[in-house]
């Protein structure tokens, strides 16, 4: 069974840095396409970034230059680096997998994954 654990959201002043990660049981997880989500209060969810199973990076163009993402095979790890927080940016952050068979490219629609994890909440004040 895929399970998706993220943690590391906090409260942060505007400017501030934060990472995400998400811990992912997956066995064949190089294999998987990796995305990041998140969804404030009253909005739809939204694509941040996803990292394909090739290793290209996909970026919102809200976040791009202030957001990274990352994974490390050897640990199941996904991460969320993110810098120079704004206040939009305060949202619930879910990591996200979709099998490489399953996956139609579009790193930006949650409909594309399969599997998510339960959330971590990354508020910014300024």
């Known amino acids: 069974q895929v399970q998706l654990v993220e943690s590391g959201g906090d409260s942060v002043q505007a400017g501030g840095s934060l990472r995400l990660s998400c811990e992912v049981s997956i066995y064949t997880y190089s294999s998987y396409c990796m995305g990041w989500f998140r969804q404030a209060p009253g909005k739809e969810r939204e694509g941040v970034a996803a990292i394909e199973s090739d290793g290209r990076r996909r970026y919102a163009d809200s976040v791009k230059g202030r957001f990274t993402i990352s994974k490390d095979n050897a640990k199941n790890t996904l991460y969320l680096e993110m810098n120079s927080l704004k206040p939009e940016d305060t949202a619930m952050y879910y990591c996200?997998?979709?099998?490489?068979?399953?996956?139609?490219?579009?790193?930006?629609?949650?409909?594309?994954?399969?599997?998510w994890g339960q959330g971590t909440q990354v508020t910014v004040s300024s």
């Open positions: 996200a997998a979709e099998p490489l068979s399953g996956y139609g490219g579009s790193w930006w629609a949650s409909d594309e994954y399969n599997y």
